[in-house]
């Protein structure tokens, strides 16, 4: 198994940026694929982000498309979400998912695709 913890989330101003990281613990982490998720208040959890084990491929909700990037570094075991040109309606709490992939270029889209999941991180952006 491997266990996530988020970090990095907090208060900003509209237009700031934030850089959350998902760090791992357990399993060799450089052979799953990470997706960051997202779920405002009464609202489901919604596909943000997605990156292969290999750093290769990546994708991004229309939504965020050209102000978050996601990045990895399998060296540390780490996965990042940098966060620019925050918007109020970005505001929610940001999870990171992992899952085994036998394909290095292969990404995930969906909730139930991912084995495991983090406890998320609090991101609250002001008007």
């Known amino acids: 198994q491997v266990q996530l913890v988020e970090s990095g989330g907090g208060l900003v101003q509209a237009g700031g940026s934030l850089r959350l990281s998902c760090d791992a613990s357990?399993?060799?982490?450089?052979?799953?694929?990470v997706g960051w998720f997202r779920q405002a208040p009464g609202k489901e959890r919604e596909f943000v982000a997605t990156i292969s084990w290999s750093g290769g491929n990546t994708h991004y909700a229309d939504s965020v498309k050209g102000r978050f990037t996601i990045s990895r570094d399998n060296a540390k075991n780490t996965v990042y979400l940098q966060m620019n040109s925050l918007k109020p309606e970005d505001t929610a709490v940001y999870y990171c998912a992992a899952e085994t992939r036998s394909n290095p270029y292969a990404f995930g889209l969906n909730i139930g695709e991912y084995d495991y999941w983090g406890q998320g991180t609090q991101v609250t952006v002001s008007s």
């Open positions: 357990g399993r060799t982490f450089s052979t799953y694929t």
